[in-house]
Every structure is written in C-alpha cells, then in structure tokens.
C-alpha cells in the first residue's frame, strides 16, 4: 500500500535513515525540519512555523504514516539548567509532535488507517545531565500509550521506538568523539558498538508496515541491550 509519510528532522540523521528506508519501500516522503534541499523548511520549536509547514505538506495530500522524529538536547545538570532551554527542548522534542498529529489525524480518520511512531529514547529511563530531554522523550512514550488508546478504533496504531545511543551529530555533540566518557558508554553497551540510524529505522519500518495492526502502545528500544539489567552509564 502506498502511502505518503511524514518525518519531521527527517533531514539527517535517524530522520533521514527513516525517510530513506520508508521511501525504497515505495512510499512518498515529506519532511519538515529546519534545513535540507528535500524538507519543508521550519523551526518545529515555533507553534505558527509549524503549523505552516504542516499546511503544505497536507495540501498535497494526507498524511497516513507519521514519524515524530525531530529531536533537541543541550546537557546540564538540572542546578545549570536554563529554563528557556528546558521550554524550547519541550517545545521541540514534544509539543511538535502533538500539532503533528493533530493535524494529520482528520486524514488517517478518513482513511481508517494510521500508523504512527515517535522516536523517543533511551534517556526517557533516566540519565544524568538530561532533565529537560530525558523528561521529553518520557512524554512521548506516554504520549504513545495514550493516543494508542484513542485512535485504536480508527485503525491508527502508535507506537515508540527509544534509540541508545546512535552515531548522529546529535549524538557525537552530547558525546565527543574520543572522550573517555564516550568510550564508557560504548564499553557499557552489551554489543560493544554504537548504534547506526539505519537500526533505528529497521525498528520504525516495522511499527510503519500495513501488516503491524495488532501491535500499538509499545515502546521498542533500540539500545544494543544497554537497557537490560543494570548498565554502569
């Protein structure tokens, strides 16, 4: 079934493995982020540029796959942390998500089909230096248990995928390459290597598909085993 997907800060990254992976499965890809030759352009932390985006994007068409992917971190223990970090890293990582799928909603309801997926993340379970993110992508994994609730009887499932830690910019700026802290976090994962976006996008792929129906409200976390047990980081 073709289908037209949505992936905002699907411009580089795990968005943009996303929107690789959903677009040689024949579907058409949208992005919204704030840079990229392919995306329609927009700062997801402005409620009105959002919107506006959201606007052109669904004038082509509907939306009936939807990826919450955009993300924000800037570490700080919680006595350094500035507040108006803490609103545009929830502005961003979670109340974009929300005017997303409101507005894609009315056209998967009309379609009886949906599938929807948030990208959250591994900090949602706790990380030092990560209040204001990990407390985000907490509330998308809430988010996704909820609507999953909701939109059931539409056809529409909602499901989570939480990276560990992946080779992205985003990543490698949290953690510099080279640092003893990051060879501590890779010694602490159970598969001894970082993740690549395209492992994130495998697990997105699979809650995107048609024939994944009867799995909603769940959170998959792509962590190479990082979140089994007790990890030392």
């Known amino acids: 079934m073709r289908q037209r997907v949505l992936v905002t800060g699907g411009s580089s990254g795990i968005g943009a493995a996303i929107a690789r992976r959903s677009a040689s499965e024949g579907h058409e890809v949208e992005i919204i982020d704030l840079v990229g030759p392919d995306a329609v352009h927009a700062d997801l932390s402005s409620v009105e540029q959002t ?19 955009v993300g924000y971190i800037r570490p700080a ?6 507040l108006e970090d803490w609103d545009r890293t929830v502005q961003i990582n979670l109340r974009s998500a929300v005017q997303c799928v409101q507005a894609v909603l009315p ?9 929807m997926v948030n ?4 900090a949602a ?9 990990g407390s985000a992508k ?28 992946i080779r992205t910019a ?4 949290a953690n510099p390459p080279g640092a003893a802290r990051t060879r501590a976090i890779i010694d602490s994962i159970p598969v001894r290597r970082v993740g690549e976006p395209e492992d994130v996008a495998h697990a997105a792929a699979y809650f995107l598909d048609e024939r994944s129906g009867f799995v909603t409200g769940q959170t998959l976390y792509v962590c190479g085993g990082k979140t089994v047990g007790l990890a030392p980081i």
Request: proline share 5%; aromatic share 4%; net charge negative.
């Open 138 to 165: 907490a509330g998308l994994i809430g988010l996704t248990r909820t609507l999953a609730l909701e939109l059931a009887a539409d056809g529409i499932t909602v499901n989570a995928v939480a990276p560990g830690p």
């Open 170 to 173: 985003l990543f490698d700026q």
């Open 77 to 82: 223990p919680v006595s350094e942390l500035d």
């Open 125 to 133: 379970l706790g990380k030092e230096g990560r209040a204001a993110y």
């Open 51 to 69: 919107a506006a985006a959201l606007d052109e994007v669904l004038r082509r068409g509907p939306v009936t796959r939807l990826v919450n992917n």
């Open 107 to 115: 056209g998967m309801r009309e379609e009886g089909f949906g599938r």
């Open 119 to 122: 990208i959250s993340s591994r």
